[in-house]
């Protein structure tokens, strides 16, 4: 069967250099990983690296949350310093920090050293107020989710508890061999108590990098598998979208939902709802 056309891949390569427009210019590997591409699209994401020294500008009018996925940055909020994120040297060593600006915050992050930073953004939402600030790994909520072959690490970093106008991200870590995003489930319909609706985005790294994993999308419009490997994007706007690391590499996906309001309802595919309900 033919997939749904609503959900989009990419192999992601590097398009361009850019950086703030300030008298400190430096120039920026900027790569746009997801961008609007029809009307209804709520979703941007990019992927920032810096040296040392290099500085970058973020939010405006939109929401923005930066993920810290390597190095240390320097930030500040409306030329007030909030003081210093990040500290791992990899997704996979452990939970990261990430940046919070509302809409109407101007952004400025300054890499202490080699920086690599994921950069989310929506229109404004409906959520309560929110101020800029600094998420540490101690303001998310991580849990090990699933058994067996389907387990995995979770780290919420900017959930419905979480004070947000319209984003919500966090980052799944499965182990070699393992399933998330599992029992399938989807959030495309806008029907609660069961199933609210939300776009969203998966961002891939491997490890080793040279590995790769199994994105599945499927409705009842088709189905497909995609092979995704480090640098790669998923943009979901429907369907079960179930993932699996190759054997052998444990495989991290940044996941971006944005919606209408800031629930998750997601809907568990009836046929292998059980999976998930005979856990013990």
């Not at 320097?74 to 920090?97: C, M």
């Not at 991290?252 to 046929?271: C, E, H, K």
Request: proline share 8%; hydrophobic share 40%; glycine share 12%.
């Amino acid at each position: 069967m033919e997939p749904t056309a609503d959900n989009t891949w990419q192999r992601c390569s590097k398009l361009g250099v850019t950086g703030p427009a300030t008298e400190e210019l430096e120039a920026v590997m900027i790569r746009t990983l997801v961008g609007p591409e029809r009307e209804g699209d709520l979703i941007g994401l990019a992927l920032a690296e810096l040296d040392a020294g290099e500085s970058i500008a973020a939010g405006g009018q939109l929401e923005a949350a930066i993920v810290v996925l390597a190095g240390i940055v320097e930030v500040e909020a409306n030329g007030e310093r909030l003081g210093s994120a990040g500290g791992r040297s990899s997704v996979f060593e452990g939970p990261g920090h990430a940046i919070y600006g509302p809409p109407g915050t101007a952004l400025r992050l300054r890499a202490r050293g080699p920086a690599e930073l994921a950069i989310a953004t929506a229109p404004s939402g409906t959520g309560a107020p929110a101020k800029a600030r600094i998420i540490q790994p101690a303001d998310q909520r991580i849990a090990e989710v699933g058994s067996d072959n389907w387990s995995r690490t979770v780290r919420t970093i900017l959930g419905p508890e979480h004070a947000a106008g319209r984003l919500l991200l966090g980052e799944t870590i499965n182990p070699p061999g393992n399933w998330s995003s599992y029992p399938p489930h989807k959030h495309d319909r806008e029907a609660p108590p069961h199933e609210v609706r939300l776009q969203e985005v998966y961002f891939f790294k491997v490890d080793p990098a040279g590995g790769f994993g199994i994105q599945m999308l499927y409705d009842d419009a088709g189905e497909k598998a995609l092979i995704v490997r480090d640098g790669d994007v998923a943009r979901i706007r429907s369907g079960y979208h179930p993932v699996v690391a190759a054997a052998g590499y444990s495989l991290y996906y940044l996941w971006v939902m944005a919606g209408v309001g800031r629930r998750m309802i997601p809907y568990f595919d009836p046929a292998h709802a059980w999976v998930g309900e005979s856990r013990p």
